[in-house]
Every structure is written in C-alpha cells, then in structure tokens.
C-alpha cells in the first residue's frame, strides 16, 4: 500500500448501525454497500485487504486457525497471480475470499465497462490460484473506498460492496500499542473491522490482533463474516453540527449538511463538504 495514495484517496465506509440489530438479508448482491455482519449481537467481522502476503498472510492464518475465527480476505488479482500457494491456505482454512481489484487502481473515475474488466480478470486470477474455477467469491471492496460505479457492477458479477466502520489506520506504521488503542475504542456490534495483511511490513498489525483477538473473546465478542446485502442504516445525525472554530482531533464525528463526517486526523476550519482528505463522509443521515 503507498501511503500517499492511501493518506489522499482512503474513504470510511458507513458507520454505527443499531447496535443489537439485525442486518437485513436478501436473495443476493443488490448494489447497496456492505458494512455489517450478517447476524446482530455481540460480534465483530475481520477483514484483511491487499495480500496474500507470503510473509504476513500465513501468520495472520495461524491465530485465526488458533482462536477457531474465520475472516474475509479481500485479495489483489496480481498478489493472487504471485502467491497461490497463499490463496489455496486462506480457501482450505475456510475463510471468505474478497476481490480488491487486480492492482488496487482507484475506480471512481472508471466506466463501468472498465471497472468489470477489472473485477472480471481479478475473480479469474484468484480462483485460477486457488484451483477452482467455481470458488465463490462474495465480496468486494475498492480500494480507498473510492467506489464509483463499482457496487453495481460488482454486484452483476455476483458480489456484496464491502466497505467496514472499523479502521485502526494500520497502513501508517503505528505501533501495536496504538493500533490496539484505535480498534479498542472502535469495536461495537456488528462492526466490520479494516486491517492488512499485505501491501507492507504488517508485523504491528499482527501483534496488535494476537493481543486483542484473546481480549474480545474472553469479553464476549464472536466473530462473522459480512452480510451479504446492504441496507438502508444511514446513520442518524446525532454528531454535534460542524464548527470552523472548533478545534477536532482523529475520530470526531460531526453533521453537515445532511452528512455525517469523521475526522482521519487534526483538522480546524477545514469544511467536511469540500476537505474530503481530511474528513471521511460516513453518508447521509
């Protein structure tokens, strides 16, 4: 993952919905954006974006392995070409596999016919790793969040939008200790939680889930895959009203303008509308 793209083009998903609810299910991909699990309660999804990673890929599998969770592996088409033996694990461990586009090229300004192109060699590039033609493979998720088009066109191709509501930052080279901080005050029910196994040295982020992982079991906390189906959970706009002389640090949440915005960092006098590298548009509310 190159920072600057990431610092430049990362979007959060939608956040917050009802914390014991239930996500809506349906019969199959219907272009809405994924960012539940598929049951309520008290459980939390872990998905894993830009590997396989030789490296880091096998052992973020073994503590999964180890605490008996399955996750979703959101998978670059040109890592899949690169190490199917890593692909073949994260299937034969049971794990869900997730398209996340061939190079992680941004797709907002790409036509549709583009971006299925995209997707399209990315799904044959996986299961062509992985040893079968009929994987499934339910999930996609764009890089940066940038989405575009690509929900609908992902979801003609038989794939959820998976976005997340849990983000550690993980790609910018925080410690274990302040990564285990920012999921820590992140985690609620049915969260979707962002993470990284490829893409560079991930040996925080591994450390960081061999501390928490144990600490949410032994609290409570189960483990699921996404729903399958989007649904209308906007969040409602209960943030304070945005103020240009207020002062937010990473994480504040704030309305404007029928939006509900959060902080990726400092930020003062920068309007959440018009300052999209420094507020995340969590949608409509």
């Known amino acids: 993952m190159r920072l600057r793209s990431r610092l430049l083009g990362m979007l959060v998903a939608l956040?917050?919905?009802?914390?014991?609810?239930?996500?809506?299910?349906?019969?199959?991909p219907t272009g809405d954006i994924v960012y539940a699990t598929r049951n309520g309660g008290k459980v939390v999804a872990l998905t894993f974006d830009d590997g396989p990673s030789p490296d880091w890929t096998p052992k973020v599998l073994e503590l999964l392995r180890r605490q008996q969770i399955r996750a979703t592996f959101c998978l670059l088409g040109s890592q899949a070409q690169a190490h199917p033996e890593v692909v073949r694990r994260i299937v034969a461990d049971g794990h869900a596999v997730c398209n996340h586009t061939f190079k992680h090229d941004a797709l907002a300004g790409l036509t549709a016919e583009?971006?299925?192109?995209?997707?399209?060699?990315?799904?044959?590039?996986?299961?062509?790793?992985?040893?079968?033609?009929?994987?499934?493979?339910?999930?996609?998720?764009?890089?940066?969040?940038?989405?575009?088009?690509?929900?609908?066109?992902?979801?003609?191709?038989?794939?959820?939008?998976?976005?997340?509501?849990?983000?550690?930052?993980?790609?910018?080279?925080?410690?274990?200790?302040?990564?285990?901080?920012?999921?820590?005050?992140?985690?609620?029910?049915?969260?979707?939680?962002?993470?990284?196994?490829?893409?560079?040295?991930?040996?925080?982020?591994?450390?960081?889930?061999?501390?928490?992982?144990?600490?949410?079991?032994?609290?409570?906390?189960?483990?699921?895959?996404?729903?399958?189906?989007?649904?209308?959970y906007p969040p409602a706009c209960t943030a304070p009203a945005w103020r240009a002389r207020d002062t937010y640090t990473q994480g504040d949440r704030v309305s404007r303008n029928g939006h509900i915005y959060q902080t990726r960092w400092w930020t003062r006098l920068e309007d959440p509308a018009n300052a999209w590298w420094v507020w995340a548009d969590l949608g409509a509310c």
């Open 114 to 232: 583009e971006i299925r192109a995209d997707l399209a060699a990315t799904n044959d590039a996986i299961r062509t790793a992985a040893g079968d033609p009929g994987l499934p493979i339910r999930y996609f998720r764009a890089p940066y969040g940038a989405w575009g088009a690509s929900p609908q066109v992902a979801a003609s191709l038989g794939m959820s939008a998976l976005a997340w509501t849990m983000d550690p930052s993980d790609w910018d080279g925080s410690p274990a200790d302040v990564l285990v901080q920012r999921l820590s005050a992140q985690i609620y029910p049915t969260a979707v939680a962002l993470s990284h196994d490829g893409g560079g040295d991930r040996s925080q982020t591994l450390a960081a889930y061999q501390r928490l992982v144990p600490q949410w079991q032994q609290a409570g906390w189960g483990f699921e895959l996404p729903a399958t189906t989007g649904g209308p």
């Open 15 to 28: 956040a917050a919905v009802v914390a014991t609810g239930s996500p809506a299910r349906a019969d199959g």
